[in-house]
């Protein structure tokens, strides 16, 4: 199964990356590589090319390489300037979660389409502001739900939609991540808007739930909490009155390293994937036969989710495999889990 639909014709999109720490380098890289793109800006308020030359970081999946950015690229520190170009059609935002929502409304205003790093804002109600804006302007906004595009995980989507090996009764998901020491001293440590693991790195697995198996009833979260009341590990039970049974855990206590895992359980075989086997990461066990690896494609979802907006853009399409509403609805979980970790209390959505 392809993690990179492609339709209609192939037209070029002018792209402007706003923010280039780990995550822009990340979505500069996949523009760059994606002939359906033409990058003709990136903006960051300090840290820009040298020379042309954006220099890679470190983050959870890999270190990025250094990027060189053609004379053609125009550099902006203002994100005003930027949206002032009138050649910028697609805005990549992938600055810190506070400055969503602001920027977002801001290029949605400016007639941009927008790509917009997850979670869309802090709250679900500085979601909804951004989806009202967004309801009511010219260009398409999409949150960046890498995890619907990555390999493996957008073949479950279909294994589960079309019951390929029954019913599912019973899911888990975790991932597990050291702390983050790619954003600014105190940034992921701290009480801080970012909101701990749970709303930065537990949303993937929240999102790709609700993907799967639609929105909750009820949750029930429990976990650990830093000194400054940050949350640094949550497990989560999903309530569904017909099944399955699903949890996810999400963690930056890990002591190094990142990796991410889902088994489900279904009538008549068992799915497991675990990114540590590399290019054997997803399992399929079936009764009374030797387990089977699925053999993925060599690709991330970052560049999946890029290249399913570049379409979008091209051929004039409202983003449909991930829409702002699923953006807002991430939210409105996590919130949830949230509120139910701190008070130990089932929450109701």
Excluded at 17 to 46: I, Q, W, Y
Excluded at 56 to 64: L, M, P, R, W, Y
Excluded at 259 to 281: K, W
Aim: glycine fraction near 10%; include cysteine; aromatic fraction near 6%.
């Amino acid at each position: 199964m392809s993690n990179l639909p492609s339709s209609g014709p192939a037209k070029s999109v002018n792209v402007a990356v706003v923010g280039l720490g780990f995550m822009g380098v990340t979505h500069l890289r996949a523009h760059l590589e994606n002939p359906k793109a033409r990058v003709v800006a990136v903006c960051d308020a300090s840290r820009l090319p040298v020379n042309g030359v954006l220099a890679g970081v470190a983050g959870n999946i890999k270190k990025s390489d250094d990027i060189v950015l053609g004379p053609q690229v125009k550099v902006f520190r203002a994100l005003d300037e930027l949206l002032a170009a009138p050649e910028v059609e697609l805005v990549d935002l992938c600055t810190p979660t506070p400055l969503h929502p602001a920027q977002a409304m801001a290029a949605l205003k400016a007639g941009k389409h927008v790509l917009c790093e997850k979670p869309l804002a802090r709250t679900s109600a500085g979601a909804r502001e951004i989806l009202q804006v967004a309801e009511n302007s010219p260009g398409f906004l999409m949150p960046a739900m890498c995890m619907r595009f990555w390999p493996g995980w957008s073949w479950l989507k279909q294994v589960v939609a079309e019951q390929t090996y029954g019913k599912i009764l019973a899911a888990r998901f975790r991932r597990m991540s050291a702390m983050p020491a790619w954003g600014a001293q105190g940034t992921y440590t701290g009480g801080g808007d970012l909101g701990g693991a749970l709303f930065d790195l537990h949303i993937h697995d929240t999102d790709f739930v609700n993907f799967l198996f639609g929105r909750p009833e009820k949750v029930y979260a429990t976990g650990v909490t830093s000194t400054a009341g940050a949350i640094h590990h949550v497990v989560t039970q999903y309530h569904y009155p017909n099944g399955p049974a699903v949890h996810a855990e999400g963690s930056w206590l890990l002591a190094s390293g990142f990796n991410m895992a889902y088994t489900l359980l279904c009538e008549r075989a068992t799915l497991d994937f675990d990114l540590a086997r590399g290019a054997e990461a997803l399992i399929v066990s079936e009764a009374g036969q030797p387990p089977r690896g699925v053999k993925l494609e060599i690709t991330d979802g970052y560049a999946g989710e890029i290249n399913y907006i570049l379409d979008c853009v091209a051929n004039r399409r409202a983003p449909r495999l991930v829409t702002a509403r699923d953006g807002v609805t991430a939210l409105e979980i996590c919130e949830a889990e949230e509120i139910s970790l701190r008070t130990g209390a089932v929450t109701a959505l």
